[in-house]
């Protein structure tokens, strides 16, 4: 577990120096990665606490049963890993054309 938080802290690292000294590439792209940042992180690491919660609401879905830490580690490495990687793709596609 602790290779997990140092890895993802690294990979954070990593997006906040792009974020910081990428210049164009990532104009506009700074939100996708702190988004990513945000939701990601906490996923990776605390993963049992937050599968641990079971009270509250997830639109009209009540949350009654406890997701395995696992699987919540899991998307919160795909939302650190794969969020950046489709913001940039999209907005290559949208600004770039021509």
């Known amino acids: 577990m602790y290779k997990s938080r140092l890895l993802s802290l690294v990979v954070a690292g990593i997006y906040i ?3 910081c000294f990428g210049g164009k590439v990532v104009e506009g792209f700074a939100g996708v ?3 990513s940042l945000v939701l990601g ?3 990776i690491w605390f993963g049992d606490e937050l599968g641990g919660m079971v009270w509250g609401r997830l639109g009209n879905a009540q949350i009654t049963s406890r997701t395995p830490g ?3 580690r899991f998307v919160g ?3 650190l890993v794969l969020l950046p990687i489709i913001g940039y793709i999209l907005h290559k596609s949208i600004y ?3």
């Open 33 to 35: 990665l702190g988004i």
């Open 41 to 43: 992180l906490p996923c």
């Open 70 to 72: 696992a699987v919540v």
């Open 77 to 79: 490495w795909l939302l």
């Open 17 to 19: 120096l792009i974020a």
């Open 96 to 98: 770039q054309k021509g």
